[in-house]
């Protein structure tokens, strides 16, 4: 038996049935943070009748939501009171500091993988969201949920960094910076750095927000502007951070921001990329090809590339030593950081 009759044996219609119907959860969870029935638990357990008279929604439909949030999770439920479990109460209630729902409340995924076909026809986005009107309207919401899930990996990075062990009074530029979810942790961890925070200027009223309420805001500055065109200066800074930038630029911007980032950087000085990177054969893993074609549906060039081409094109930058280390997932998705070296 070859590979792919293996693979063929793996299939049953019960499988693509399951498979076509994957799409039901998440649509629960949408379904639920629009309309606030988290919000509506926040005060204690509720029936499905008082739920639905707090959210104006029928009792039918509110029972069957209910009962599918039940089954995944994301409530609690004894006799016919339903309640909130721990993680929700810190992740779904819009009011909480940690809430991440700002992007799965919105129609904005379903929207866009609503013309998947079409996309792949024209190989063109249903919406652009590196440009920046649009970015400006996305991104402030996109940042928050990311904010929260990047937080840990983040910490990790710092310390692989040696930020505020080995290295000391990092100048730090943050490109695309969003939250500066990555920079924040490298100033967290080393009190004498100082971070620039690139991005554009609706963006960077967030971000002056993020860093303000860690405490930086007299470490943070602020360079406004679109990152293919803004001016970085010379040998200036110890530290580039590309936090899920590459897969939205695309090739040629990405490898045109490698050099100039090189340019910006002092010698010794290194690039921290976040992203998402299949396997070189890119036959997985699963959300990494996934997530390219996100990028299919979002941006003009963006896509997911391989380490051997993150390798090539530092390489051809004037980067060297280019390790991986593992910071644990980022946004649930399995993802090393690369890091690499001016030569
Ligand atoms: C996916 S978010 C990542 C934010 C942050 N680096 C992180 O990893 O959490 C992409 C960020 O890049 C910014 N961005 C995208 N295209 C840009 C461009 N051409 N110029 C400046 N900023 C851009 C967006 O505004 C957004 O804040």
Same mark, same amino acid.
């Given at each position: 038996?070859?590979?792919?009759?293996?693979?063929?044996?793996?299939?049953?219609?019960?499988?693509?049935?399951?498979?076509?119907?994957?799409?039901?959860?998440?649509?629960?969870?949408?379904a639920a943070l629009q309309l606030n029935l988290f919000d509506h638990l926040r005060a204690g357990p509720a029936s499905a009748a008082a739920v639905a008279a707090a959210a104006g929604t029928s009792l039918r439909g509110t029972r069957m939501l209910l009962d599918a949030l039940v089954a995944l999770g994301l409530l609690g439920r004894q006799g016919p009171a339903y309640s909130l479990v721990e993680g929700a109460r810190t992740y779904?209630? !819009?009011?909480?500091?940690?809430?991440?729902?700002?992007l799965m409340e919105t129609d904005a995924l379903w929207t866009a993988w609503g013309s998947l076909t079409e996309a792949v026809r024209s190989g063109r986005p249903v919406v652009a969201v590196e440009r920046q009107e649009r970015a400006e309207a996305f991104f402030p919401i996109l940042i928050r949920s990311l904010h929260v899930a990047n937080r840990a990996p983040?910490?990790?990075?710092?310390?692989?960094?040696?930020?505020?062990?080995?290295?000391?009074?990092?100048?730090?530029?943050?490109?695309?910076?969003?939250?500066?979810?990555?920079?924040?942790?490298?100033?967290?961890?080393?009190?004498?750095?100082?971070?620039?925070?690139?991005?554009?200027?609706?963006v960077l009223r967030e971000t002056a927000g993020f860093a303000a309420r860690h405490?930086?805001?007299? !470490?943070?500055?602020?360079?406004?502007?679109?990152?293919?065109?803004?001016?970085?200066?010379?040998?200036?800074?110890?530290?580039?951070?590309?936090?899920?930038?590459?897969?939205?630029?695309?090739?040629?911007?990405?490898?045109?921001?490698?050099?100039?980032?090189?340019?910006a950087l002092r010698p010794g000085g290194r690039?921290?990329?976040?992203?998402?990177?299949?396997?070189?054969?890119?036959?997985?893993?699963?959300?990494?090809?996934?997530?390219?074609?996100?990028?299919?549906?979002?941006?003009?060039?963006?896509?997911t590339f391989t380490l051997a081409q993150y390798r090539d094109w530092l390489t051809e930058a004037g980067f060297g030593d280019m390790t991986t280390v593992d910071i644990g997932e980022q946004a649930g998705i399995p993802a090393p950081a690369v890091i690499a070296t001016r030569l």
């Open positions: 038996m070859n590979a792919s009759d293996q693979s063929a044996a793996a299939i049953t219609p019960h499988a693509l049935l399951q498979l076509h119907m994957a799409m039901a959860a998440p649509r629960v969870l949408t779904l209630v !819009r009011d909480s500091a940690d809430y991440v729902g700002a983040a910490a990790r990075l710092a310390a692989a960094l040696g930020a505020g062990r080995t290295h000391h009074g990092l100048q730090v530029v943050d490109v695309g910076a969003g939250s500066a979810v990555w920079s924040i942790a490298v100033a967290e961890a080393d009190a004498t750095a100082r971070v620039t925070a690139q991005d554009f200027p609706g405490g930086l805001a007299g !470490r943070f500055a602020y360079l406004p502007g679109d990152l293919n065109t803004v001016e970085f200066g010379r040998e200036r800074f110890d530290l580039a951070i590309l936090g899920n930038i590459v897969h939205s630029e695309g090739e040629a911007s990405s490898r045109r921001l490698f050099r100039r980032l090189a340019a690039i921290a990329i976040l992203d998402f990177f299949p396997g070189d054969d890119r036959s997985g893993p699963l959300p990494a090809l996934l997530f390219a074609l996100n990028m299919l549906l979002n941006t003009e060039n963006g896509d």
